[in-house]
């Protein structure tokens, strides 16, 4: 089959409108059915990935393991194996500033957690190391690279700058950051270089930081203490049917659970706040003054791969269940039935979405296209610098204007009818879900 290489432009366009991601939204466009070699920088492939967290995790174990079974996991079944989905609606509120929104998608949302739990579960060796001195962070880091060894380090997003948010005296005059009060994000260390030290967050071409800054954006939150994962040991067998029938369990039981916040009963709780005129966290008390567009692109970003989260993670969970069906047995077809409901989840999400930032909105389609490019300016690493920069004054400038004076009136009755469908459905995969561990 012939490919085409798509330009970069039609790239980005194809990011915004219909929210795939960059990797995606390439292989759409060239008709690709595989992915590109990757870049190898300093010895490591720049191979991306959709979510930060299993991405890069899944990453460090095919730079290490060699032909050692963890090394052959997919992205997708490094999710399912850790526990799979989660779901999570919270509101960070700080005097003086809109409320700002998180939605989780992923068990166990503290990256260290998961990791750790999912690379005991594999039989991985690793160690944990913290400081309290941003220095010692600094040389115990380069000290691992001058070794040959990756880390994986959760730098503040804000402050490692790559991501280009505002910084926080600006917040309340030009809009906030997306994700703020939960920027930390994991990446991958895997050199250091005359000008900085190369990370990998799911780019596809070298990214540079200045040492000094990432030093910074480590230390940005004291109680993690500059954490740094090393992993030294790669087994060469796992017992993956057993690490997919558990990763199964944690994931029903996560889902499954009472709490309004931090499982299923969360989305029909945002869904009764979003149209919620008398409740002081319904939407219409909350942002009935301003701040309306910054939360309807934080919920576009959140549930979009074309953003810096990942996306809602869906379909990647439907990916794990196809991927892990022959190591199944008679439960097969049950997680056939589960991923198929997943992928139907995956699809009301993608409809939440389009209502909260409308395509056909062209102020909102602009601001799309904003994130996509600066998205995709992260997958072209230090090349695009310039492009991400530009972007995201551009897109900081507009959310300020938009929360003041929003270019359409959000059709907030059909997104809580949206996000109720989507609790529905989800409900109806846990419940296949617990026929295939049953």
């Known amino acids: 089959m012939t490919t085409r ?3 970069e432009s039609r790239i980005r366009t194809r990011m915004a409108r219909t929210g795939e991601s960059y990797a995606t939204a390439r292989a759409g466009l060239s008709g690709a059915r595989t992915s590109p070699k990757p870049v190898t920088d300093a010895g490591w492939a720049l191979r991306g990935g959709l979510h930060a ?9 095919a730079h290490l393991g060699g032909d050692a079974a963890p090394a052959r996991l997919s992205e997708a079944m490094l999710l399912g194996v850790g526990g799979g989905l989660g779901a999570g609606y919270m509101l960070w509120e700080i005097k003086g500033q809109t409320p700002n929104l998180f ?61 280009h948010l505002p910084p926080e005296y600006a917040l309340a005059g030009r809009g906030r950051p997306v ?38 954006a480590r230390a940005r939150v004291s109680s993690t203490k500059n954490r740094m994962i090393v992993v030294h ?42 149209t919620d005129q008398r409740n002081a966290k319904g939407w219409p008390k909350l942002y009935g003054k301003g701040g309306m567009a910054t939360t309807l692109l934080s919920v576009w970003e959140h549930v979009e791969p074309a953003g810096l989260t990942g996306g809602n993670l869906r379909d990647l969970y439907a990916d794990f269940l196809e ?16 991923a198929a409901l997943f992928r139907q989840a995956a699809r009301l999400w993608h409809d939440v979405a389009e209502t909260a930032l ?57 997104l809580s009818e949206q996000i109720q469908a989507v609790h529905d459905t989800e409900r109806e995969a846990v419940g296949a879900l617990r026929h295939v561990v049953g």
């Open 103 to 163: 939605l989780g998608f992923r068990y166990r949302w503290t990256f260290h957690d998961w990791a750790e739990r999912t690379m005991d579960r594999l039989g991985v060796g690793y160690q944990v190391k913290t400081t309290g001195s941003s220095k010692a962070a600094a040389t115990a880091l380069h000290e691992q690279l001058a070794d040959g060894a990756p880390v994986l380090v959760t730098p503040d997003r804000q402050v490692v700058g790559y991501w």
């Open 53 to 61: 967290e299993t991405s890069n995790l899944t990453n460090v174990l």
């Open 323 to 338: 991927e892990a069906a022959p190591l199944l047995g008679d439960s097969a077809d049950a997680a056939a039935d589960a």
């Open 179 to 216: 994700f703020s009060g939960a920027r930390r994000s994991p990446v991958v260390a895997y050199a250091a270089a005359d000008d900085g030290i190369r990370l990998d967050d799911r780019n596809l071409a070298p990214l540079t930081v200045d040492a000094d800054t990432l030093a910074e």
């Open 358 to 414: 409308p395509w056909d909105v062209p102020e909102y389609a602009r601001i799309r296209e904003l994130v996509a490019t600066i998205s995709a300016g992260v997958a072209a690493g230090d090349s695009a610098v310039a492009d991400r920069v530009e972007a995201a004054e551009t897109l900081w400038d507009l959310i300020a204007e938009y929360d003041r004076k929003p270019p359409a009136e959000p059709d907030l009755a059909r």
């Open 233 to 274: 040991t790669v087994p060469e067998e796992i017992a993956l049917a057993d690490a997919v029938r558990a990763g199964i369990a944690d994931c029903i039981t996560q889902l499954d659970a009472k709490a309004a916040t931090v499982a299923l009963p969360a989305w029909s709780k945002w869904s009764r706040l979003v």
């Open 5 to 7: 290489k798509p330009s």
